[in-house]
């Protein structure tokens, strides 16, 4: 396979993976399935080293100086777009982004069972964007909050 083989079919297969987690958490978020399957790290574990594949695919001897490209060791837009020009990068980068999303959606979803917040929309957000999906869950619960007003 060559390297663009393999990064599409990396994508693929990660896009395509955390879809059950998603569906499980908004089709049937109560189930004692989703309670479990949610509780467990392999998703995670499974997707990471995917990513620790993708990583070590895309490094090149160059990899660092574009990251740290600053005089304070800090990186820069045009090392990081160079970078990026790596079908395999970006590959790794999405797989990255499906990681951190299914595990923030995790956490919305626990908490949403926790608290008895409804978490569908939350759950459905933190795939689109998981910054907006914890936002809008603190938001959710807090007003859950004061709906049910003092005890």
Known sequence: MTSSQIASTAFTLGTVAVLPFYTLMVF?????????????????????????????????????????????????????????????????AWIHFLVVDLYAARQVFVDGLKNKVETRHLVILCLLSCPFGIVTHLITKEMMKIAKGPR
């Open 28 to 92: 049937v978020p109560k189930s004692t399935l989703a309670k479990r399957v949610m509780e467990s790290n392999i998703p995670f574990a499974s997707l990471a080293i995917l990513y620790g594949c993708l990583v070590y695919l895309s490094w090149t001897p160059s990899t660092l100086t574009l990251l740290f490209a600053s005089k304070y060791w800090l990186p820069e837009l045009p090392g990081i777009s160079k970078m990026f020009a790596s079908e395999m990068t970006l590959a790794s």
